[in-house]
């Protein structure tokens, strides 16, 4: 069974920052990408950030040189790092990872999703 679990989100004020991280656990699963969305009211989810396997990120353009992500291999779990947060990052931040899964009939590419950690940045 995999779970992806967020945690870190809050209240805080414009220019602030906050570290959100996400735990994916499940031995059967090997994430190739993990990544940061967000969604506010009456908006469609967005992605915020991605990182591969290999390493490589990317970042929507409205987060760059203010958003980090990393990840730790050992913890299973990576972070985004929020920097200078404007009321305009308010929004739900949900974490993704897509990879294979290993059963016992084969390997197959599925995605997971968290349940969400609420960010709300007032001015």
């Known amino acids: 069974q995999v779970q992806v679990v967020e945690s870190g989100g809050g209240s805080v004020q414009a220019g602030g920052s906050l570290r959100l991280s996400c735990v994916v656990s499940?031995?059967?699963?090997?994430?190739?990408?993990s990544g940061w969305y967000r969604q506010a009211p009456g908006k469609q989810r967005e992605l915020v950030a991605g990182?591969?396997?290999?390493?490589?990120?990317n970042y929507a353009d409205s987060v760059k040189g203010r958003f980090t992500m990393s990840r730790d291999g050992a913890k299973n779990t990576v972070y985004l790092q929020m920097n200078g947060l404007k009321p305009e990052d308010t929004a739900a931040y949900y974490c993704?990872?897509?990879?294979?899964?290993?059963?016992?009939?084969?390997?197959?590419?599925?995605?997971?999703w968290g349940q969400g950690t609420q960010v709300t940045v007032s001015s």
């Open positions: 993704k990872a897509e990879g294979l899964l290993t059963v016992p009939s084969g390997q197959f590419n599925r995605i997971f």
């Open positions: 990182i591969r396997s290999g390493g490589d990120t």
């Open positions: 499940g031995s059967a699963f090997s994430p190739a990408f």
